[in-house]
């Protein structure tokens, strides 16, 4: 029989937590300079929401200001700004490699104990038959870990179908958010790629192809759509039956659980 990778296994081997320390402490450092280029004085957002961009550059604390907002959404995708095209490309196959093994490790050991149910149960010489098919407990939790095995299976799927890995994926995974709010100001779709010209600029983007056409085509196109995607099946969770085996505390954790994974488990 063929080893499963364990979860420690894929740790120490991709290292991810390397990665996401490295993520928070771009954002960090360049907080405030993502600041400065939104809210610069010949920034289009000038001509959205006004009031609140002045309300946040007066008190860094504002946590209500559209600024601080956009600022928060690029806080992954900060972090590839400042990596070459091809440091962009290696960390996103790497992140990938960890979070498609992860799922797959999951998926085959849920599998695997669900093979054997009888696991979950008292031995057949231990209690009567029809006593023993009265017990609810265990039958809750196969169901619990069916329920869970098929969202996973929405996982794995997504990991076998995703698209091919370029210098601009770790881009267009991160920045869907970004572009949701400059939609939801109203923004122009003049005024989004102005913006995300100066953001390229200021941190000069290893990406030579970044004119107006190309990052609306190369860069937004699929930062929305996977932003949508991603958002469609995560409403779609609350809408799912549930076995009626399932107390209320196994559904909220089997809501977050399934949450957990489409969030975090598709961040690259």
Known sequence: MKKITTVKELQNEYN??????????SFKKYRKKLISIIGHPDSPILKYH??????????????NSIINEIVESLRDAVYFMTLNKKKR???????????????????????????EPELLRSPTWSIPNRKRRRSGFPESIIDFLEALRSNIEVEAKYWNSVSRVGYLTGLQISMGKFFIILQDLGMSQKDQITIVQSLFDNFNVDWDEGDRENIKMSL??????????????????SSLPFSKTLNPGMIILLEELTLLYKNFLRRF
């Open 50 to 63: 006004q009031s609140q961009q002045i309300s946040f550059l007066e008190n860094d604390h504002n946590h």
């Open 16 to 25: 991810p937590q390397e990665i996401i320390d490295a993520i928070e402490k």
């Open 220 to 237: 937004q196109k699929p930062a929305l759509a996977n932003y949508e995607k991603q958002h469609l099946e995560l409403r779609q969770v």
């Open 89 to 115: 490309t290696q960390i996103t196959k790497r992140m990938r490699s960890y979070e498609s093994g992860y799922v797959n490790s999951i998926l085959h050991r849920i599998n695997n104990f669900l093979d």
